[in-house]
């Protein structure tokens, strides 16, 4: 199957960058390469897109689509928390701006052998990288009652966390569950008809859960952002795409953190822990998607953009 991705806020994440021609990217989850294929676009022959993704599919299909640029495009295959290491192995020590799109990708979605998707019939997989040994299957099979209750509550947000961790429980007494629709049949026996009925899938909130747990996506980006920051040059951008509340609120306090980062008590004159600035948060609020993208692509109803622009102290 293709790899296709629509990028979501693609003009105004890529406008928020502030391209210059002959400046250095990354595109720290690259995806099919749609962001970075306008980042392109944008370069000189002296620029330069460095592209990291832990995907195969996507390392693969992203090669392809910016074939035209290959003399200004490096792709590598890591994890964006690597960056700096990445970086530093082909003798880059700062860069002019960072894309994060934080989203699943279609192409993960929609490739049911992935796992990801709780619509298709497909083993428990749900690894963003298929070279780690782990799968869903190991949580939904292995974890106590407990820890999928906290897991369900914190990263799915559901408010019926405590009963969908008692029926996994229960069912996998019987047998171990193997695929996502049968997942999916025990989540939606432990959620009530009536909310069945209006609440969207019931199983959504769970799978989003059970991947962002297996692929530890919000400790991942909570242990990068200060690092991406401290790559930056002078007026460098970091513009991140969040499509859920646990995400955006990482990166808002973390942006805000960095910008202000005095931790003296409000009543002293001036400051003396020393700490300094290293910028300015630009979005005072997210970039949403506008009514026409969400017409167009469902799946951006929920992204938002925060962009953080690199000021060295003095």
């Known amino acids: 199957m293709e790899f296709s991705h629509i990028s ?66 490096t792709i590598i295959r890591s994890n964006y928390c690597d960056m700096k290491q990445r970086l530093q192995e082909i003798g880059i020590d700062h860069v002019d701006g960072i894309v994060l799109d934080l989203g699943v990708s279609s192409y993960q979605l929609d490739t049911a052998e992935r796992g990801f998707s709780y619509r298709e019939d ?41 009963n969908i961790a008692k029926h996994i429980v229960a069912a996998r007494q019987k047998k171990p569950i193997e695929t996502t629709l049968e997942l999916g049949e025990i989540i939606k026996a432990a959620i009530p008809m ?38 930056l040059n002078e007026d460098g951008r970091l513009s991140i795409i969040t499509f859920h509340s646990l995400e955006d609120r990482i990166v808002k306090s973390s942006f805000r953190r960095n910008e202000d980062p005095c931790i003296c008590p409000k009543e002293f004159p001036v400051c003396v822990c020393g700490r300094k ?20 692509n469902s799946r951006s109803k929920s992204a938002k953009l925060r962009v953080f622009e690199r000021h060295l102290a003095e």
């Open 277 to 296: 600035s290293k910028g300015r948060v630009i979005t005072r609020k997210p970039i949403l998607p506008s009514e026409e993208e969400l017409e167009v």
């Open 122 to 162: 497909a083993p428990l997989d749900m690894r963003m990288d298929q070279r780690q040994p782990k799968t869903a299957k190991d949580i939904v099979n292995g974890y106590s009652e407990a820890e999928l209750f906290h897991m369900i509550r914190d990263y799915g947000e559901d408010r019926f966390a405590k």
């Open 194 to 231: 009536k909310v069945r009925m209006t609440g969207g899938h019931p199983a959504k909130r769970t799978f989003q859960a059970i991947r962002i747990e297996l692929n530890n996506e919000l400790g991942v980006l909570t242990d990068s952002l200060d690092t991406m920051i401290d790559l």
């Open 8 to 73: 979501v806020l693609l003009d105004e994440t890529v406008s928020s960058l502030n391209v210059r021609p002959d400046g250095i990217y990354v595109d720290g989850t690259l995806g099919g390469g749609g962001h970075s294929l306008e980042i392109c676009k944008r370069l000189s022959e002296h620029g330069r897109l460095i592209g990291i993704d832990q995907d195969e599919a996507a390392i693969a299909a992203a090669t392809e689509r910016l074939s035209d640029y290959r003399d200004r495009v």
